[in-house]
């Protein structure tokens, strides 16, 4: 069931080190009123702790398990492949859709994010204005039009 049926919010991960790009996706997203929640991480390491529930992120109500991970490349402490590895390997998390959303449009960044199993690969474009109807198009269609994998 996807999320404007149930009424339900969509709850988006969003792993992205640099402030100024996070701020962009937050404000787009409620520019938009696409999502009702999003919590937002800066490195790999976090991203990882997050979906794990270990540490300061084993807090359900403060954390809420997400529907989506927007997942940047190039991060501190664990790098997005890696991160994006670990989730797809993971018994509990492989079912978690992740997004690569990213400034890297590299062939081999592209091709090992599919080999590791993301479920979309998107570069980031520079144009603001651009940036945010990405950020429509992808929130609506992670709410609108993408069937839930938790909800079999």
């Known amino acids: 069931m ?3 049926a149930s009424g339900e919010p969509l709850i988006l991960l969003l792993v992205e080190d640099n402030e100024a790009h996070a701020e962009m996706v937050k ?3 409620e520019q938009h009123q696409v999502s009702n929640l999003i919590r937002h991480v800066a490195d790999g390491q976090a991203a990882l702790d ?3 529930r270990e540490g300061e992120y084993d807090d359900d109500k403060k954390y ?3 529907h989506c991970v927007l997942l940047d490349l190039r991060l501190p402490k664990v790098d997005g492949l890696e991160v994006l590895r670990q989730i797809k390997t993971n018994e509990k998390l492989r079912k978690m859709p992740v997004v690569i959303l990213t ?3 590299a062939e081999k960044d592209v091709a090992m ?3 590791y199993h993301a ?7 520079m144009d603001f204005g651009k940036f945010e109807s990405l950020m429509n198009d992808l929130g609506y269609y992670w709410m609108a039009w993408n069937q839930d994998p938790w909800n079999e």
Do not use: D, H, Q
């Open 2 to 4: 996807n999320k404007i």
């Open 27 to 29: 404000r787009s997203f």
């Open 50 to 52: 997050y979906l794990r």
């Open 64 to 66: 809420p398990f997400p």
């Open 103 to 105: 400034t890297s449009a």
């Open 113 to 115: 994010a599919y080999e």
């Open 119 to 125: 479920n979309s690969y998107v570069v980031k474009p």
